[in-house]
């Protein structure tokens, strides 16, 4: 049976550093301005003034992606295993895909004047390597899961900020900081 | 798929900073297209922040200075590219012209800080040695006052292996917030948690760390001190102790005793600002689920009585025997890798009359000395490796006092602030462009930086700035400078190693570093041996040399009574994650994840002077003025504030406080920043 892949990203774990935006951006050689990832802070009513929570966000590789409902030359295309492969090569820089996409996620490369999203760095997974962000988070906060190998316990698909995942299916999910686990103070 | 080509280098990042992070640089065309972490790091292990991947930006900044330049009339602003032939030319002629008119160097003074703290960045200490004796800043703001401290108690300031914390039951992060200083040490604190240690948090602001933590228990800024002093107290009424540690590896127990049994638990509480359970919680954990690691931050020991402070902290460790076993410990920062032989500071003169040494100038007080000096007075100023005009406190003072200088010179990256106020600016370059050394103060790895691309358009290292002056002048004058001119950057480094060191470092050449970073052969868990380098050879809870030095000759003490009525707020300088003091600030993507710097404070004390959210406030106290957006922030009590500092404008606000240490380690007493009392009103 065909993977089904998607990323895992446990807020508890994150200290929102940004490292994965970065060395996402600086090992794709991004242009100024341009992210594959963003870390964004979450409203602090999800866990409870004053705690401040992080989430780390890139393509959600949606089951129904909107990006590739929406791409007039079919640049969009879904792997067996889950993840939304974008194809610069036919890409026209319309930006249909980013307007359609609920998240945001595909961005126009104002270099190139294409579109440009995450692959899940979809040629490192075909030779064993690990995406960047996993790799370079110093919190091991980011996972990439078969959810056809483990139903990640304790994970939500939707966060505050997160639109309504019930649109495309996104495959990311969330570990939330545990509700029980509030700093005890004096 | 990124292509192939590129040639890859080993460089390090040496800014002022707990991970001294081993990186890879990506080279193609000459140019640099990415740096990422090096997974031979065993610290770091492959991991950068988000400022080691955005070096990129930093080296091919679009404000990078390319040329030398010249400005006159000083801070006009009307700057011309000049040559590095009429740049060397007329700093050399000056500095001749000065010792002609003075009969000594004295009238030189350098002024160097932590901005890159690789080996061969002391090129230009070593090129003032070589002159004779100069003036020079001596001191410390960072360190100094807990370095003093931990002398007095240890004799020698030693660090465990951060792996060594995953065999505690107890993780006391006391001042440090590690989430925005040290992300590195975050996976090691996790991991610990896991596996069943508990970790509490000490800090008057409720931080990422503390929001990470099991417990957090907030204190009044200062008052780390009064808190140790009760829970010791605690710890002696329901004996909590360890006397069989105490009385193998302690000096002073019984004076201690008798010190602390009359002081007041009440006063210490008051002080403090805690309850008696928070006492209990932490001298039952320190007493009973041990091994407990304690990890100390800079900022506790920046008052008035930091190095009380951390004193205090110390004695608590060893008196519940949490020292020198697997696990345990007070963590601080060390020394004891930093095997160099320092090599590029001792080509002195050898002449007599030149006689080597310095006249001190306090770092922390700088301005001060600079105008004191008389015979003969400071002429020529050399700044490197340091924003003097933003990161200095007394800066009205300082600006004054550069009025009489007749040149000064900045060695930088950026037209600093600092380097608008100087007559000379010599670009410099990065550590992709040159090669260095650079050891940590907090774990023990060595780490090799070579060039990766070639300097940036005429910009050049210090070491080859100090070889072209030092050229020059033996050029006008005969013998006039010691500092080599003909050793190669290789052969600098070279000369930096002893064999003793390549020993500890298990290679035979430092080319072997190229292969990847080396550990010093350091004991693991610091005083594994528990053989101390005090007098008494034991930890000094009762120390003569501070005694002798003026000081209390305990650790623990409770506070002077020292609020001031005009300006009863303390403002906290709390360092964020995205840049380095000064540093990083220019790059678009600080400015991007940075917002306006605001001054947090708690609603409650807002509400009492009708402050709303969002809006600017004035705060003053006797050194200045400064208007700022307040934010409500529940993260501090009611009255402390927190800023994150945006140094041009809050050092404003700074005057040099001078702390209870740091003489003896670093040749002047350390600055009370934390201790900085200020008032505010809405406008």
């Known amino acids: 049976m065909a993977k089904k892949l998607g990323f895992l990203v446990n807020i508890e774990r994150c200290i929102g550093c940004h490292a994965c935006e970065i060395s996402c951006k600086s090992f794709y050689q991004l242009e100024p301005n341009m992210r594959r990832r963003r870390v964004t802070e979450l409203p602090e009513e999800l866990v409870g003034t004053p705690v401040r929570a992080f989430v780390s966000t890139a393509c ?15 640049a969009y295309t879904k792997r067996e295993d889950g993840i939304v492969v974008h194809d610069q090569n036919m890409c026209i820089g319309c930006q249909m895909c980013g307007k359609a996409c609920p998240y945001g996620v595909p961005q126009f490369n104002p270099v190139k004047k294409k579109m440009d999203k995450c692959s899940m760095c979809y040629d490192r997974l075909d030779v064993g390597q690990l995406p960047i962000c996993v790799e370079k988070c110093p919190l091991e906060a980011i996972q990439i899961v078969d959810y056809n190998e483990v139903e990640p316990s304790n994970s939500v698909s939707v966060v505050p900020t997160f639109a309504d995942p019930s649109i495309t299916h996104p495959t990311t999910h969330f570990i939330l900081p545990k509700p029980g686990k509030q700093t005890r103070r004096f | 798929m990124l292509d192939q080509t590129y040639s890859i280098t080993r460089h390090v990042c040496p800014r002022n900073c707990y991970s001294s992070c081993s990186m890879l640089g990506y080279t193609k065309n000459r140019r640099l297209i990415k740096v990422t972490g090096d997974p031979k790091h065993g610290y770091t292990k492959g991991l950068l922040c988000a400022k080691g991947y955005n070096y990129i930006n930093n080296v091919y900044h679009l ?26 030319d007329t700093i050399a002629g000056k500095v001749i012209e000065l010792y002609h008119r003075y009969d000594s160097h004295l009238s030189l003074a350098l002024n160097k800080y932590s901005g890159n703290m690789g080996v061969l960045h002391h090129a230009m200490e070593g090129f003032f040695n070589g002159l004779g004796r100069t003036s020079r800043a001596v001191g410390n703001p960072c360190w100094a006052p807990g370095m003093d401290a931990i002398y007095y108690d240890y004799g020698e300031h030693q660090t465990s292996d951060m792996e060594d914390i995953l065999h505690a039951e107890t993780i006391i992060l006391w001042g440090i917030n590690p989430v925005w200083t040290s992300i590195h040490a975050m996976n090691y604190i996790y991991e610990a948690q896991k596996r069943g240690a508990k970790v509490i948090t000490i800090d008057p602001v409720y931080t990422e760390t503390a929001k990470k933590s099991d417990t957090f228990i907030q204190i009044k800024p200062g008052s780390d001190g009064a808190i140790a002093l009760a829970v010791a107290k605690y ?40 309850t008696i359970e928070a ?43 949490n020292i020198g076993r697997k696990g345990s410990g007070v963590q601080f920062g060390q020394r004891t890798t930093w095997k160099f032989t320092y090599n590029i500071l001792n080509h002195l003169p050898s002449d007599n009359q030149k006689a080597a040494g310095v006249r001190a100038l306090d770092f922390n007080n700088f ?9 003969p007075p400071v002429k020529f100023l050399w700044i490197t490796c340091r924003n003097l005009i933003t990161q200095s406190a007394n800066i009205q003072q300082l600006k004054k006092a550069l009025q009489s200088m007749e040149l000064i ?23 992709f462009e040159e090669w260095d050394l650079v050891a940590s103060y907090w774990h023990h790895w060595i780490s090799i930086n070579q060039p990766a691309i070639p300097p940036y358009f005429e910009s050049k290292s210090e070491l080859e700035i100090a070889r072209m002056l030092s050229k020059r002048l033996n050029e006008f004058e005969a013998d006039f400078s010691a500092f080599p001119s003909d050793f190669t950057d290789e052969e600098f480094i070279e000369q930096e190693f002893t064999d003793e060191f390549y020993q500890s470092l298990q290679i035979g050449d ?57 300006y009863p707020f303390t403002l906290l300088l709390n360092h964020e994650p995205f840049r380095i003091n000064s540093q990083f600030q220019n790059l678009p993507s600080y400015k991007q994840i940075n917002k306006e710097p605001s001054i947090y404070l708690h609603p409650s004390l807002a509400k009492e002077k009708g402050i709303r959210a969002g809006s600017l406030i004035r705060i003053f106290n006797e050194n200045g003025e400064i208007m700022i957006r307040a934010r409500y922030s529940e993260e501090v009590n009611h009255h402390t504030l927190v800023i994150h500092p945006n140094h041009p404008l809050i050092n404003k606000l700074l005057a040099f406080t001078p702390a209870d240490m740091g003489e003896f380690i670093t040749g002047g007493k350390g600055n009370a920043l934390n201790d900085l009392q200020v008032n505010i009103a809405k406008l």
């Not at chain 2, 006159?72 to 009307?78: A, E, H, I, K, L």
């Not at chain 2, 931050?297 to 025997?321: E, K, P, S, W």
């Not at chain 2, 900045?410 to 410099?428: C, G, K, N, R, W």
């Open chain 2, 510 to 566: 430092w080319r072997e570093l190229l292969k990847g970073p080396r550990r010093v052969d350091v004991p693991k868990t610091a005083w594994e041996a528990l053989e101390f380098k005090t007098p008494s050879g034991k930890i000094e809870l009762f120390s003569q040399q501070a005694s002798e030095n003026q000081l209390s000759p305990f650790g623990m003490a409770l506070l002077d009574n020292r609020k001031s009525e005009n």
């Open chain 2, 63 to 88: 404000d990078r200075l390319k040329y030398p330049m010249r400005q006159y009339p000083r801070g006009s602003g009307q700057w011309q590219r000049i040559s590095w032939t009429e740049a060397i």
């Open chain 2, 409 to 431: 010179v900045t060695v930088e990256h950026f037209l600093t602030e600092t380097a608008q106020y100087s007559d000379i600016v010599l670009p410099a370059t990065t550590q």
């Open chain 2, 367 to 375: 301005a001060n000395d600079l105008q004191m000096q008389q015979d």
């Open chain 2, 235 to 274: 710890i002696l009424e329901h004996n909590l102790y360890d006397a069989e540690f105490l009385t193998a590896h302690t000096n002073g127990w019984g004076e201690l005793q008798e010190y602390i049994q009359p002081l007041s638990m009440e006063e210490a509480l008051q002080q403090c600002g805690q």
């Open chain 2, 279 to 321: 006492i209990q919680f932490i001298a039952e954990r320190l007493g009973r689920n041990k091994p407990a690691y304690i990890w100390l931050g800079f900022g506790m020991q920046r008052h008035q009585n930091g190095g009380q402070n951390i004193r205090a902290v110390n004695a608590l460790a060893a008196i519940t025997g």
């Open chain 1, 60 to 74: 959600n590789h949606c089951d129904e992606p909107a990006c590739k409902k929406a791409c007039p030359v079919g």
